[in-house]
């Protein structure tokens, strides 16, 4: 079987901490129900992503080098 998430096309997905979190949250003055969702099921998720997590995806812009995008776990 192939890992997609090892994919050169897949952007890095990583589970951020609480405290990470917290400061992000504060700085776009959204509750954590505010973020864009995504399954977990989704295949490039980290295997220790959990429902209630918030994921932060780092992908390659033309425009700003990186963009960054945070997305909650959902079932």
């Known amino acids: 079987m192939v890992?997609?998430?090892q994919h050169e096309l897949v952007?890095?997905?990583?589970?951020i901490e609480e405290e990470v979190l917290e400061g992000v949250l504060a700085e776009y003055d959204i509750?954590?129900?505010?973020l864009p969702k995504i399954k977990r099921t989704d295949s490039a998720l980290?295997?220790?992503a959990e429902v209630g997590d918030v994921?932060?995806?780092?992908?390659n812009s033309r425009t700003t080098d990186q963009a960054v995008v945070y997305r909650l776990v959902v079932e």
Do not use: A, G, L
């Not at 952007?11 to 589970?15: F, G």
């Not at 509750?31 to 505010?34: S, V």
């Open 3 to 5: 890992d997609v998430s």
């Open 11 to 15: 952007p890095e997905h990583t589970v």
């Open 31 to 34: 509750d954590r129900t505010d």
């Open 46 to 48: 980290p295997d220790d």
């Open 55 to 59: 994921i932060k995806i780092v992908r």
